[in-house]
């Protein structure tokens, strides 16, 4: 797949976290989420956290909540017939959606062998707690097919009506989004096919190659070195004024992405990634990798690298974070191009828009250097495409350029994108399916996702840790400096679900700890079960959200004594979607008990919450 996934200054991923623990209980499930790890050092107290569910007495409790609508989504594919092409540039891809069966949940881990008792268990967690797997996709098979740079000649200009399934009849008589997002979601379970496996990326160790995909690198790798010989690759592009002085002067040494094409493991990363685009045709590929090397010479590559093209489109493209299997994430904001001054200045005419081309290649270029060409490390970049207030495929210059940087990135770019997601995706977008999904791939089909506005949030999470997606997203992570010290994407975040008219309540519990003292942590003497125990003063600090919020949230400290009263931290608040999405706050421990964080959901909407915490110990 020719991936456009250019990042400004792509931020290598976050080193995981330290180890830890966590479980999670349920009133109706007694184990949710387990994971155990070494206990905390023993300077802070030991905590535990543990989730209960009431049901809210504005809701019947035995409400069920409506599954989610199944995903859907394509992409160009490097398989396509003749062209071997793959994704498209920063602007808004007039393609069609084709449906990912996912699981309606991803905070669920995999039931134990022997679950636990229905009560709450106790579990020992430090100061963070472990995110959890994604759950591993299944191979597609890969079929040939137009590309979509040639469909997008024959696309008419403009939204097309509101489609609706074969033999039924939608009828709309009011313009409110939540009817749009009924429509969308209808359309989207009928004209959608069901039940596509997810696309797994193929491995690049040699051991984990066939027989005929092994004979196919062997036979590129000779091509290549045959034409790195005769000095092929320079002759083309050079001067032919003197071309026997040319080729003694040239280094034969040829690199893509400056990695030679014929030295070690990471050459053969390169060369399958053009096998992969041609189906393991040795030749095509072969004429692929001349055709990819002359256009790099043609366009100045090596020169684009140290251009200054300035920073107006920092906020169209960029990296932040990593998905749970350790991709960089690429965010493409079409929505800017909402504002007029910013549009004229990127696709008014040709001069602006190859500008704008070569800015996204820097990016692009920029982004693929960075990552890790070793057969197990990571060499594709996840890519999510942001759709609320797209121009759409009705503006004639948007269109040109879409055109002009797909056809440059399917014929140079091959296989760079681990998966595709487009969120808040117009409820009209998904008539471009009917037009586009025939010529697509079952492998295209797979590696693409398409969210409506209310399904972002969770679909983001499925594939990237909360803690890591951006908080304009529904996620925790910010721009952190040193006025927001207390966590940063190394700090993981648990995600739950709030069911429709239910209280969800996190215990974070302090108990007893070892009698070893250190001098620079305050002490106090705590008596419990007849037995004396040293009990470190400390501070813990939390934050949560719950997406969208419209629930009721409070906080308190309960103690363990009985003679000892409970502190209001946050009495119950109603929290609207206007209000700050991320509540950040701390209570100063100095006995045994438990902090209750919570949450009640008195809508008809399920709910995403998030939170995570932490323990610091407390100085006088």
């Known amino acids: ?5 250019p990042a400004q200054n792509p931020p290598m991923a976050a080193a995981p976290p330290p180890p830890t623990s966590a479980t999670v209980t349920d009133s109706e499930s007694p184990a949710v989420l387990e994971k155990q790890d070494p206990s905390p050092p023993s300077h802070v107290p030991a905590v535990s956290v543990s989730v209960t569910e009431s049901a809210s ?32 540039p920063p602007t808004p891809p007039p393609q069609a959606v084709e449906s990912e069966s996912e699981p309606p949940a991803v905070t669920e881990a995999p039931k134990e062998e022997n679950p636990p008792a229905p009560a709450a268990e106790t579990v020992v967690i ?11 996709p299944h191979p597609e098979v890969v079929t040939e097919s137009e590309s979509l740079a040639a469909m997008m000649e024959k696309e008419e200009t403009g939204a097309p009506a509101e489609p609706t399934a074969a033999g039924t009849t939608t009828t709309t008589t009011t ?8 429509v969308a979601a209808a359309v989207e379970e009928k004209k959608v096919p069901q039940n596509l496996g997810s696309f797994k990326e193929e491995s690049n160790k040699e051991a984990d190659l066939s027989d005929s995909e092994r004979k196919a690198l062997e036979e590129l790798k000779q091509l290549v070195r045959e034409a790195i010989d005769s000095n092929l690759f320079n002759s083309e592009s050079k001067s032919e004024e003197n071309p026997e002085k040319e080729k003694k002067q040239e280094s034969k040494e040829v690199s893509i992405w400056g990695i030679p094409l014929l030295k070690d493991e990471r050459s053969d990363v390169i060369l399958l990634k053009f096998l992969r685009a041609r189906d393991f045709k040795a030749k095509d590929a072969f004429v692929m990798i001349k055709n990819t090397i002359r256009w790099r010479k043609e366009f100045g590559i090596d020169e684009l690298l140290d251009e200054d093209l300035g920073d107006d489109m920092e906020k169209v493209v960029f990296m932040h974070g990593q998905d749970k299997e350790g991709h960089p994430v690429c965010y493409n904001v079409y929505g800017e191009f909402q504002n007029k001054e910013l549009y004229q200045k990127a696709f008014s005419d040709e001069e602006k828009r190859m500008k704008f081309l070569r800015w996204r290649i820097q990016l692009l270029e920029k982004s693929i250097r960075k990552l890790d060409f070793s057969p197990g490390g990571v060499s594709t970049i996840f890519q999510v495409s942001d759709l609320k207030n797209s121009p ?18 399917q014929d140079n770019y091959p296989e760079f994108v681990a998966k595709q997601v487009f969120i808040n995706v117009p409820w009209w977008y998904l008539a471009f399916y009917t037009m586009i999904s025939p010529f697509m791939t079952q492998r295209t089909k797979s590696k693409f996702v398409i969210a409506l506005p209310s399904k972002s949030a969770e679909t983001l999470f499925k594939y990237i840790p909360p803690e890591q997606v951006p908080i304009q997203y529904g996620g925790l992570s910010v721009d952190y400096c040193d006025c927001n010290p207390e966590f940063s994407d190394a700090d993981p975040a648990t995600e739950m679900t709030v069911k429709p008219g239910t209280k969800q309540t996190v215990e974070i519990t302090i108990f007893e700890l070892t009698s070893k003292r250190l001098s620079f942590v305050p002490i106090m003497n705590v008596r419990s079960n007849g037995k004396n125990f040293s009990l470190q003063k400390c501070i813990l600090v939390w934050e949560i959200r719950v997406v969208g919020w419209e629930v009721s949230y409070g906080a308190e400290f309960v103690p363990d004594a009985k003679d000892s009263y409970a502190v209001i931290i946050q009495k119950p608040t109603k929290m609207t979607a206007k209000d700050e999405p991320v509540v950040s706050q701390s209570f100063k421990v100095g006995e045994l008990g438990k902090v209750l964080l919570t949450v009640d959901n008195p809508t008809s909407k399920k709910k995403k919450l998030l939170y995570r915490f932490k323990v610091k110990p407390f100085c006088d």
């Open 392 to 409: 759409g495929p009705g503006k004639k210059e948007l269109r040109l350029a879409t055109k002009q940087a797909l056809q440059v990135l």
């Open 57 to 88: 007495t504005t809701i019947a409790e035995n409400e069920e909540q409506a599954p989610p609508p199944e995903q859907a989504a394509l992409e160009p594919d490097s398989s396509d017939k003749g062209s071997g092409k793959e994704e498209l």
């Open 126 to 136: 430090s100061e963070s707690e472990s995110q959890q797997p994604p759950a591993p």
């Open 1 to 5: 797949m020719a991936d456009e996934t």
């Open 175 to 182: 313009t409110t989004t939540s009817a749009q997002e009924e």
